[in-house]
């Protein structure tokens, strides 16, 4: 069974900073590629741009962060409000992941890792973008095999 080629960025968007992953060419596997310090709107879709530009990425996964009754809060509307413009900006496509535990596992796998969180932040963003990816990596494989049985 091919799989056909995927090129998406995963972002992690926090107020301050953004964290970035990207995957393999036979989206299987999701690495942390940098973190974005939100400045201003143009210097965000700059940085993006050249990843795209450098990754031809195809689609923009972002972390939703819902709150734990499964609803939208301010945080998650303001994610999507920017998700919104970014992907005007970028003209590209977004998928949302439900992220409500992401940056928690991320700062789990640190502290496995002996790191502190405290002082990584940006790699906590990073970590947290590439467990949102690889989440939507495996959703995708797994319709990919279902839709393949029937």
């Given at each position: 069974?091919?799989?056909?080629?995927v090129s998406?960025?995963?972002?992690?968007v926090?107020?301050?900073r953004i964290?970035?992953?990207?995957?393999d060419?036979?989206?299987?596997?999701?690495?942390?590629?940098?973190?974005?310090e939100?400045?201003s709107f143009?210097?965000v879709?700059?940085?993006?741009?050249?990843?795209?530009?450098?990754?031809q990425?195809?689609?923009l996964?972002?972390?939703l962060p819902?709150t734990?009754?499964?609803?939208?809060?301010f945080q998650?509307?303001?994610?999507?409000?920017?998700?919104?413009?970014?992907s005007?900006?970028l003209n590209?496509?977004?998928?949302?992941?439900?992220?409500?535990?992401t940056s928690y596992q991320a700062?789990q796998?640190?502290h496995?890792?002996n790191i502190?969180p405290?002082?990584?932040?940006?790699?906590?963003?990073?970590?947290?973008?590439?467990?949102?990816?690889?989440?939507w990596?495996?959703?995708r494989?797994?319709k990919?095999?279902?839709?393949a049985?029937?």
């Amino acid at each position: 069974m091919s799989m056909e080629f995927v090129s998406a960025l995963g972002l992690d968007v926090g107020q301050k900073r953004i964290g970035v992953a990207g995957c393999d060419g036979t989206g299987l596997i999701a690495t942390g590629l940098t973190t974005i310090e939100r400045k201003s709107f143009q210097q965000v879709i700059a940085e993006l741009q050249a990843m795209i530009h450098d990754r031809q990425v195809q689609i923009l996964i972002i972390g939703l962060p819902y709150t734990m009754d499964g609803s939208l809060g301010f945080q998650a509307k303001q994610v999507q409000k920017f998700a919104r413009a970014i992907s005007h900006a970028l003209n590209l496509p977004i998928e949302y992941v439900d992220e409500r535990l992401t940056s928690y596992q991320a700062e789990q796998l640190l502290h496995a890792e002996n790191i502190s969180p405290s002082r990584n932040k940006g790699l906590i963003d990073r970590k947290a973008a590439s467990i949102i990816l690889q989440q939507w990596l495996d959703e995708r494989k797994l319709k990919e095999r279902l839709g393949a049985k029937a």
